[in-house]
């Protein structure tokens, strides 16, 4: 039989959690046939709530589910991990400043980061969540200079799968119909749904919506402002939406994508214009357990200055947190 994946889970205790943990122990991520533990890390005063939650997968019964460890130190949680869920961050609170909130998380991924230098397996494979994610993940592989810069990615999955559902629609076609879609850059609402080079049956996508002014003006801000919209309905943030993404995300990337695009946020070559180590989103294709960027595809016009902007965000942030790194 498998031996157990190991499985690191950051910020146990919130709401994104309350959905990831149970799809991870169900087996959606590593599959049917792979049994989990979960190492569960969360702050001291959320100790009591992770147990909680650890009570509900216990009565869920799943029989993949092994082990489950809860901790408030990074190390112990990271110990000889497959895979690491960074979903925990810290919020932005009243009166906060864009320059407090990062260099808070800042201090957080940079102390993570050390702890998975010294603790994890070396071919785990890393999702940054927790927000501002694309800088995060990078303070996160600046502090584990013994870990593969390569296996530490930020999210943007969400970001994708918001388009593709849009876009689908907007075609008549199913989502899983559509190819080589992307969202370039930071998660945050410059990142750039571009569907330039998208293909439903080899047909172009922007040729069978045939509304340029659609995609500018209505899709590409509504992807943006999604996250506020759902706030505003629900009155929380979004949550099982985005566990599905860190699902596949880390799905696709243990198991391929067969052939087609996916969007990750991962360290940057300097290819696209995007300035070497900033953890940009990027059209990749994931094939054996690893991913590869995708290569040469033009971008120009339009594209190019909405690439530009998100970048030119991410190049702000590291400068803000520049002590850290
Ligand atoms: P919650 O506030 O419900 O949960 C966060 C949890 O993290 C809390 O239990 C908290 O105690 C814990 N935590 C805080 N600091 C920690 C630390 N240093 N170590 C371990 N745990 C820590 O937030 P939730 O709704 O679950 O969202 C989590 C993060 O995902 C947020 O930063 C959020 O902004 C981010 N998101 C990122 C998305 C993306 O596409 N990249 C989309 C969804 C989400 O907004």
Redesign the pocket.
């Known amino acids: 039989s498998n031996q157990v994946k190991r499985i690191a889970v950051?910020?146990?205790?919130?709401?994104?959690?309350y959905s990831l943990l149970f799809r991870i122990a169900n087996g959606d991520v590593f599959g049917p046939d792979q049994p989990v533990a979960l190492q569960l890390?969360?702050?001291p005063?959320?100790q009591n709530?992770v147990r909680g939650v650890v009570m509900e997968l216990e009565d869920c019964a799943f029989p993949l589910l092994r082990d489950v460890t809860i901790t408030d130190d990074?190390k112990t949680a990271f110990r000889d991990i497959d895979a690491g869920f960074f979903?925990?961050?810290?919020?932005r609170s009243k009166g906060m400043e864009r320059r407090d909130l990062l260099s808070a998380n800042a201090e957080?991924f940079r102390v993570?980061g050390q702890a998975l230098n010294e603790a994890a397996k070396r071919d785990a494979k890393v999702i940054v969540?927790?927000?501002p994610?694309n800088t995060n993940a990078m303070i996160l592989a600046a502090n584990a200079p013994d870990f593969p810069t390569a296996n530490v990615t930020?999210?943007?999955?969400?970001?994708h799968n918001r388009a593709l559902t849009q876009l689908a629609k907007k075609a008549g076609v199913k989502v899983d119909e559509i190819k080589k879609f992307v969202v370039w850059g930071n998660?945050s609402p410059t990142m750039f749904a571009d569907w330039t080079h998208a293909e439903v049956n080899g047909r172009k996508l922007p040729e069978i919506i045939g509304d340029d002014s659609w995609y500018r003006e209505t899709l590409i801000p509504e992807v943006a402002r999604r996250?506020t919209a759902i706030i505003e309905a629900r009155g929380a943030?979004?949550?099982a939406s985005?566990a599905n993404?860190a699902i596949d995300h880390m799905h696709d990337w243990i198991h391929g994508s067969n052939g087609d695009w996916v969007s990750m946020a991962v360290s940057s070559d300097g290819s696209y214009g995007i300035p070497e180590g900033l953890m940009a989103g990027v059209p990749v294709i994931c094939k054996d357990g690893s991913y590869e960027r995708v290569t040469g595809v033009p971008v120009d016009g339009f594209a190019r200055e909405m690439l530009d902007r998100t970048v030119g965000e991410l190049t702000e942030e590291r400068e803000a947190v520049s002590a850290l790194l």
């Open positions: 950051t910020g146990a205790a919130g709401q994104i959690c890390l969360d702050l005063q959320a709530a990074p979903v925990g961050s810290r919020p957080i993570q969540v927790g927000n994610a930020a999210m943007v999955r969400l970001d998660h996250g943030s979004s949550a985005a993404a």
